[in-house]
């Protein structure tokens, strides 16, 4: 059964870089596209982009070059990077595989807050 | 962006009763849809993917139709681990965009 974690910081402020990481058990990232989707009361579900486990990231617009995403396959770890934070980026974030035709294994979402 | 819409937003449904949501996309998206249920403080799962394939281990009692831009979640027999909230989400253009959800709550 495939598991998915994601952990880190869950208190911000406004301007700094948010860090999660998703830690992956279960299977090998070989052969998938591993994603991250956020969940905000105001936006709803949101996808921030995905990254096959060799690499060829894609993210969505909508976050403005700020969003960027990697993957090590040796630790069987994925990362979400957004900069410039702001309290719109207050969310529920989920780490998931899949994306590109749909998604089957998602992570407990992990709650970032921004706030001054 | 393609935009999803859920009808109804929230329902209340009893234990074996018939369940039917409705999903519309703002473009033909083919049969690009999944279907996704989440339960407070858990992982969502898949339902259905590509609008009418089940995922291994999802029970019978769900099922997916539709293509082009209109799509159907149909629960049969709704049981009381049912009672969750359902997204749908389209996959046929980026980014992904999911539908606003629908509660689906004991009568």
């Known amino acids: 059964q495939v598991q998915l974690q994601a952990s880190g910081p869950g208190l911000l402020k406004p301007s700094e870089t948010l860090s999660l990481i998703c830690s992956v058990s279960g299977d090998s990232m070989s052969g998938y596209y591993w994603s991250w989707v956020r969940q905000s009361p105001e936006k709803g579900l949101e996808s921030l982009g995905y990254i096959y486990y060799s690499g060829s990231p894609k993210y969505n617009p909508s976050l403005e070059g700020r969003v960027t995403m990697s993957v090590d396959t040796s630790k069987k770890q994925f990362s979400l990077k957004v900069t410039s934070v702001t309290a719109a980026d207050t969310a529920v974030y989920f780490c998931?595989?899949?994306?590109?035709?749909?998604?089957?294994?998602w992570s407990q979402g992990t709650l970032v807050t921004v706030s001054s | 962006d393609i935009q999803m819409t859920q009808s109804p937003s929230t329902l209340s449904a009893s234990v074996g009763g018939r369940v039917t949501i409705t999903c519309r996309a703002s473009?033909?998206?083919?049969?690009?849809l999944n279907w996704y249920q989440h339960k407070p403080g858990k992982a969502p799962e898949v339902l259905i993917y590509t609008a009418s394939t089940l995922q291994s281990g999802v029970p019978s009692r769900f099922s997916g139709s539709g293509s082009g831009t209109d799509f159907t979640l149909t629960i049969d027999s709704l049981q009381p681990e049912d009672f969750a909230t359902y997204y749908c989400?389209?996959?046929?253009?980026?980014?992904?965009?999911f539908g606003p959800g629908t509660k689906v709550d004991i009568k």
């Open positions: 998931v595989r899949g994306m590109t035709t749909h998604i089957d294994y």
């Open positions: 473009q033909n998206i083919y049969t690009y």
């Open positions: 989400q389209q996959c046929s253009s980026f980014p992904p965009t």
